[in-house]
């Protein structure tokens, strides 16, 4: 079994499924009392979300570069940046570590190929849906990718980082991601990419009409891949 590094704690409320799905997907396949080979770095995530906000992604890569090559020290064969935002530095993380980074948007495109859907929609944080760097990354794989309005995109953001990254989970907010769900598929989305690793702890399958694409369990399966064989 490879060992799985976790560049986590953005938030830790996501970093924290990172860890028990991938334990139970180790579980599953092989039994027993099996569980992952882990090593973990759980940043401060107050510190990445000032730079966040104040647009300085270089010294977030920097950072993340950092805490990526103290995993590859401590042993881990591959490696997982426990959050779709901060993809946006996957390059800077990448450059400085000689063990594969698994990219969670790659993961993301594979399955919903895999699923024949070539227009999704796609929430996350206002930096995910706005900028390049993740939407641009799907597109390379040949799908079609809508966001939400204006209104939309701010509330999607506020829940993040105001509710779920804080643990608050509330059925009021679930219903507003409902609706804006409601809206991309209006719009002509064939699904939906649940494009933060928080969205999960809110939304599923169960609660939308439109096949569901949960970033961070198809990350976990990607991982399990790699490292199971």
């Known amino acids: 079994m490879r060992v799985i590094g976790l560049l986590g704690g953005m938030s ?17 396949r092989l039994g027993g009392l099996h569980s992952a080979r882990l090593v973990l770095a759980s940043v401060d995530f107050a510190e990445v979300e000032a730079l966040q906000v104040a647009g300085d992604w270089e010294a977030a ?35 400085g570590i000689g063990i594969p980074l698994l990219h969670l948007a790659d993961a993301t495109a594979a399955a919903v190929r895999a699923a024949g859907v070539s227009r999704v ?3 996350g944080t206002a930096f995910t849906m706005e900028q390049d760097f993740y939407t641009g990354r799907l597109a390379g794989h040949g799908l079609d990718v809508l966001v939400p309005d204006r209104a939309g ?23 507003a ?15 939906v990419v649940l494009g ?8 599923g399958a169960a609660e939308v009409d439109l096949p569901v694409f949960p970033t961070t369990r198809l990350h976990v399966e990607a991982a399990l891949a790699a490292a199971l064989g």
């Open 12 to 28: 830790w409320e996501s970093s924290a499924e990172y860890y028990r799905l991938l334990n139970e997907g180790v579980r599953e």
């Open 61 to 95: 890569g920097r950072l993340l570069a950092a805490e990526a090559a103290g995993l590859e020290a401590a042993g881990a064969d591959l490696l997982l940046i426990c959050t779709n935002t901060m993809h946006k530095v996957a390059d800077q993380v990448e450059a």
């Open 121 to 123: 929609g796609l929430l």
């Open 153 to 175: 995109q701010e509330l999607v953001h506020r829940v993040i980082y105001d509710e779920l990254c804080r643990g608050v989970v509330r059925d009021e907010s679930r219903a």
């Open 177 to 191: 991601y409902q609706r804006v769900i409601g809206d991309l598929a209006d719009r002509g989305a064939e699904g």
């Open 196 to 203: 933060c690793t928080e969205i999960e702890l809110l939304i």
